[in-house]
């Protein structure tokens, strides 16, 4: 769910939040989510360290270039089959530790067997793999529709693409008109301990396979229903929000570091749903979207809430239809945050599932919360009998929101479609976005200035060709859909000469609002509204490590279509070799070599030098980790050595660093107090779950004899705290706003840790260092003025913590014994060009004698 704050609502209507506890009457227990409690951030980061199992970071890692991975793309892209696509699932072994069967809902090892069941019952179900998760469960994606011949699907095929590629050829189209079948996404259990939607679809399938009435038949005839079974098949057996890798993974669309969220791209990308509904829970009353202010500026917003607004008041009508009160059922009247709140529960980051969507031509889009709470401490302490007549009404109510959202389908199809091709219709003609009114969106009461976002698009963004960053970049770019070209020759436009081989993305495109969301700045939106409900600014153009600029024009006649990054490995053929130090995977390279007894020293400017004996192994590397060794007359003052790192941190930190080749043993207050081997490990990483003062006295002098002889690297207030409780760095940590985040411009010193680093980086309740004794250095610093650049930093309410306190304070600082960040430069995956800074400040932190030993 998305907690939300609770503020006055629109004058439109106003719906009472009241205690289901002070309401029932049949039952003493209160049955709902809170109405009111406090944005939700990141659960709590600094409290929880990570324990993610490797095996779920290498899935995770080792993204599409899995055989599993890319089998499963494959599949859902191939065109040449008609339905149904039947298969007979292997059923997976009985887990009666599965979470579900307590709520009475179906375990995750049912799924199988009962998806052949439905396959069986006629010609209308097909069942794919799309996927696996983190934890190496399959993924199953359920399509609903009317048999089609292999001839048939190939024109759904070809109608699809001219939408997209030929939009304004496709609204005139008679064929598209009359024979496109509307595509529909139900997305389930995103949030594994949000169970119902996974039983609310497998009802509505069996339901739709055998029924016989016209309005049924005339569905499935002019419309292809997806349904993602579940999501997280991880969090659902565990009963956890995250996957087995510890992601939340309806924050993570910007940058699709798991494999669950890459195969809901695929989705979006092979299907483009005209439709999608994402179901989850709890919040009573049902929460139905569209959201409060402020909405993501790079959308056709009048498109998305014409369509989103009208199917919200179906699924409403229809929820609050099934006739359960507060004081019978504690259950409360459905709710729509765009009329009923003034904000709390905004749609501006395309993080979540149904605004990811909306850039791939989805035009009504929605998180639905359920609202009987049954996940956490209900699971744990509710009679079981109490927990499952909750987990009824909300497979009822979930039921009811997706049947209000087929007659919606089956109502308007024709004019969902033509929606559609106008979202890419305007992209690809450059076309001016139209703002927001009473008079654009007509039906839709309660639209005022605070709901107008637009922005100006560039002509077009270059990418000068470079590094792994920009490869990086431009793979991530075409795995969205977006169209990117490479110039072959150079070229000279804006007083300005690019090189060949330079990346230019022109903004004339279908989906060039994802294009803009994904590199643009973005904007500071801190006066808009109080509070945010997750992260307001992320852009890859700033935060991934590649050169980005925007171009007045197009270079005429040297651009070509990529379908993939060229190759940027690279190993000189004579003489010592020069790694630089500025990307994760130039970090990864460097372990492989070292872990292989590599010999390799650190040079003054922060990268790695490599003998030439070892050549060929560099050239594995570089194949690898597609990073480039140059040749070079530097011969490095600092050996480097294999450095094993002890880390609590968080899960997406703890994802960083393995991506970064370093191998990690995660750590706690706990597992120090049980006892830990120190002689494993040669630095010591901490951002959360660590907490000096809680160690047992055993654990701390164990903890303060690892420090007297090697480093510590530590982010944000846990580990500047544990930083200065055990001695290694004195420094005083000022806590600024907690609920700020975004994008800052910082200034970097020469130094060998922060040469050559960037310009910007990101912040999530954001720290700075005060105070600093003799010995310490600061590498980093918030820039002057107003570091922000795009997010939300405003100074708590007593006026402190915001962003003129941290300007030109130091923001990294260092000594011989430590290196603590105030920034966030491994966060959820989003800022990559910052996580070499902690690949360099654990190596300059490890012993000077490594461990020395030899691995793999």
Do not use: C
């Not at 339905?83 to 069967?101: F, G, H, M, T, W």
């Not at 799309?130 to 399509?143: F, K, N």
């Not at 479609?417 to 309660?446: C, K, L, M, N």
């Not at 580990?719 to 975004?742: F, I, P, Q």
Request: aromatic share 6%; hydrophobic share 40%.
């Amino acid at each position: 769910m998305r907690t939300t704050r609770t503020v006055p609502a629109r004058p439109v209507l106003l719906i009472a939040l009241t205690t289901a506890g002070s309401l029932l009457l049949t039952t003493p227990y209160t049955a709902e989510a809170e109405p009111g409690p406090p944005v939700h951030r990141e659960a709590a980061p600094d409290r929880h360290a990570a324990r993610t199992p490797v095996s779920a970071a290498q899935r995770a890692l080792a993204g599409a270039g899995m055989p599993a991975e890319a089998e499963s793309a494959a599949t859902l892209g191939d065109d040449s089959r008609g339905y149904p696509r039947r298969q007979v699932l292997v059923p997976d072994p009985e887990n009666p530790a599965d979470k579900s069967i307590k709520l009475g809902l179906t375990p995750y090892h049912a799924i199988a067997p009962k998806l052949n069941t439905l396959q069986a019952l006629g010609d209308r179900v097909s069942v794919e793999v799309a996927g696996r998760s983190a934890g190496g469960h399959r993924l199953y994606l359920v399509t609903v529709t009317a048999p089609e011949t292999a001839r048939q699907a190939r024109a759904q095929a070809r109608m699809r693409e001219l939408i997209e590629s030929a939009p304004a050829l496709a609204a005139k189209s008679p064929e598209v008109r009359k024979t496109y079948k509307t595509p529909v996404f139900f997305n389930n259990n995103i949030h594994g301990n949000e169970w119902e939607g996974t039983d609310a679809s497998l009802k509505l399938i069996e339901r739709l396979a055998t029924a016989k009435d016209a309005r049924t038949r005339d569905l499935l005839a002019h419309s292809r229903l997806y349904f993602n079974i579940t999501a997280n098949p991880d969090g659902r057996i565990a009963g956890t929000r995250a996957n087995a890798a510890g992601f939340d993974m309806n924050r993570d669309f910007v940058t699709a570091s798991q494999p669950e969220v890459r195969a809901m791209r695929r989705i979006m990308v092979d299907k483009q749903p005209a439709v999608m509904l994402d179901l989850h829970g709890y919040v009573n009353g049902t929460l139905i979207e569209p959201t409060t202010p402020p909405h993501g500026e790079n959308y056709e917003y009048d498109l998305f809430l014409k369509n989103t607004y009208a199917n919200a008041l179906g699924m409403e009508a229809a929820v609050n239809g099934l006739g359960y009160t507060p004081q019978k059922d504690g259950v409360q009247p459905a709710q729509i945050p765009f009329r009923d709140q003034d904000e709390g529960w905004d749609d501006w980051p395309p993080v979540f599932t149904p605004q990811y969507a909306a850039f791939h031509g989805t035009v009504a889009a929605h998180t639905v919360e359920i609202p009987m709470r049954v996940n956490n401490a209900d699971y744990d302490t509710l009679p079981v009998g109490e927990l499952r007549r909750r987990s009824a009404i909300n497979v009822d109510v979930a039921g009811a929101a997706l049947r209000a959202t087929l007659d919606f389908v089956r109502d308007r199809r024709a004019l969902l479609v033509a929606d559609q091709i106008e979202v890419f219709r305007r992209g690809a003609a450059g076309a001016a976005q139209v703002p927001v009114s009473e008079a654009t969106v007509p039906g839709v009461p309660g639209i005022g200035p605070e709901d107008v976002y637009t922005t100006t698009f560039p002509r077009a963004y270059v990418l000068p060709s470079g590094g792994p960053a920009t490869a990086r970049l431009v793979d991530h770019l075409l795995a969205n859909d977006i169209r990117v070209t490479r110039a072959a020759h150079a070229f000279r436009l804006g007083g300005r000469t690019y090189a060949k081989g330079s990346y230019v993305v022109d903004m004339r495109q279908p989906k060039r609002g994802l294009a803009n969301a994904l590199l643009a700045d973005g904007r500071d939106i801190s006066d808009k509204v109080s509070v945010m409900y997750d992260i307001s600014g992320w852009s890859l153009g700033r935060l991934w490590g590649a050169p980005v600029g925007t171009l007045p024009g197009l270079p005429y006649g040297v651009l070509r279509p990529v379908r993939a990054a060229s190759p940027v490995a690279y190993v000189a053929p004579r003489g010592d070799l020069r790694l630089r130090l500025d990307d994760p995977d130039e970090v990864a390279a460097l372990n492989f070599l070292l872990r292989k007894g590599v010999e390799a020293r650190r040079a003054a400017d922060g990268s790695a030098i490599v003998p030439g004996s070892a050549r060929r192994l560099a050239a594995e590397a570089a194949r690898a980790h597609g990073v480039a060794f140059h040749a070079t007359k530097l011969t490095g003052s600092t050996p480097l050595h294999r450095t094993r790192v002890a880390a609590a941190v968080t899960a997406g930190e703890l994802l960083a660093l393995r991506e970064m080749g370093f191998e990690v043993t995660p750590v706690s207050t706990g597992v120090l107090n049980a006892g830990f081997d120190w002689s494993s490990v040669d630095v010591l990483f901490v951002s959360a779950g660590l907490a000096y003062d809680d160690l047992e006295a055993g654990a701390r002098a164990g903890l303060d004899a690892f420090l007297d002889g090697h480093g510590l690297v530590g982010r944000g207030a846990t580990g500047a705290a544990l930083g200065t409780a055990a001695g290694s760095l004195s420094v005083e940590a000022v806590e600024g706003n907690g609920d700020a985040n975004g994008v800052v411009r910082v200034v970097n010193s020469g130094s060998p840790l922060m040469r050559g680093a960037p310009a910007h980086s990101f912040v999530y309740a954001p720290v700075w260092f005060t105070g600093l004794g003799p010995d310490v250095r600061v590498e980093q610093t918030y820039a002057t003025g107003n570091p922000l650049v795009s997010g939300h930093w405003r100074p708590a309410p007593d006026g402190s913590g915001g962003p003129a306190d941290a300007a030109g304070r130091a923001a990294v600082v260092s000594g011989p014994r430590a290196v603590l960040f105030g920034t966030e430069p491994l966060f959820r995956d989003h800022p990559k060009g910052e996580f070499a800074q902690v690949g360099r400040a654990l190596f300059a932190m490890a012993p000077a004698s490594g461990s020395g030993e030899e691995s793999g």
